[in-house]
């Protein structure tokens, strides 16, 4: 059989369980953006522009990317996130290779990253044991 048939898949993403959960952290910094509270790993500026699905402006990293900029004007920043119910920290994980291949893409275009400003993110849900990475 050939490896690049695509698995049978389980209620929860045949359901929509991985939409609702993308559409449940996007709506969380839609919030973020009108009660003026602060993007994580960025600076404590005002968010100005959320984009969705950001594949359509040339992201690779684009389940959504938030813009921040300083409330004099000038200096901007990014915040481009990939959301993933489920995935797991392993070697073998499709959509974890799939995730890190999009931000080293990201990463390696000034057009969509500035590393002295923007970060890259993977939002998740609950991870399980087996799927936490711990660093002695």
């Given at each position: 059989?050939?490896?690049?048939?695509?698995?049978?898949?389980?209620?929860?993403?045949?359901?929509?369980?991985?939409?609702?959960?993308?559409n449940?952290?996007q709506?969380?910094?839609?919030?973020?953006?009108?009660?003026?509270?602060?993007?994580p790993c960025?600076?404590?500026?005002?968010?100005?522009?959320?984009?969705l699905?950001?594949?359509?402006?040339?992201?690779?990293?684009?389940?959504f990317?938030?813009?921040?900029?300083?409330?004099?004007g000038?200096?901007k920043?990014?915040?481009?996130?990939?959301?993933?119910?489920?995935?797991?920290?392993?070697e073998?994980?499709?959509?974890?290779?799939?995730?890190?291949?999009a931000?080293?893409?990201?990463?390696?275009?000034p057009?969509?990253?500035?590393?002295?400003?923007?970060?890259?993110?993977?939002?998740?849900?609950?991870?399980?044991?087996?799927?936490?990475?711990v660093?002695?």
């Open positions: 059989m050939n490896d690049d048939v695509t698995q049978l898949s389980n209620p929860f993403s045949t359901g929509g369980g991985g939409t609702h959960f993308e449940q952290v709506s969380a910094f839609v919030i973020l953006m009108l009660t003026g509270g602060a993007v960025l600076r404590p500026w005002p968010i100005k522009k959320i984009k699905q950001g594949k359509y402006e040339g992201y690779n990293t684009d389940d990317i938030v813009c921040v900029e300083e409330r004099a000038g200096q920043a990014r915040f481009l996130s990939q959301i993933k119910y489920s995935v797991a920290v392993t073998n994980d499709t959509a974890f290779r799939q995730v890190i291949q931000a080293w893409n990201d990463f390696q275009n057009e969509c990253f500035n590393p002295r400003t923007d970060v890259i993110t993977l939002i998740t849900g609950p991870l399980t044991d087996s799927q936490c990475v660093i002695d």
